[in-house]
Nanobody, 116 residues
């Protein structure tokens, strides 16, 4: 059974930091690109960052460049999102996603709330 389990969300003041984790199981981690998406109330889900498990290449949305860092630990089948200099408009449910030609999987999400 494929599972993506996010953790690390919470409430933080503007300017603070959080580290999200995504623990993956049930599929061959190296075959997938793993990404983070977020969805704020009343808004569409948007891509935040992703990383290729095979070669480590990364992508960041313009809104988070220079503040967020994505990393992976293939030995642990885990992906992390270090979020620094958080702003109130980063408030959203953050979802982990794994995609390849073999499938497209989502976690249940973790809430991040940034207070001003």
């Amino acid at each position: 059974e494929v599972q993506l389990v996010e953790s690390g969300g919470g409430l933080v003041q503007a300017g603070g930091s959080l580290r999200l984790s995504c623990a993956a199981s049930g599929f061959t981690f190296d075959d997938y690109a793993i990404g983070w998406f977020r969805q704020a109330p009343g808004k569409e889900r948007e891509g935040v960052s992703c990383i290729s498990s095979s070669d480590g290449s990364t992508y960041y949305a313009n809104s988070v460049k220079g503040r967020f860092t994505i990393s992976s630990d293939n030995a642990k089948n885990a992906v992390y999102l270090q979020m620094n200099s958080l702003r109130p408009d980063d408030t959203a449910v953050y979802y982990c996603n794994a995609v390849s030609y073999q499938g497209n999987y989502w976690g249940q999400g973790t809430q991040v709330t940034v207070s001003s």
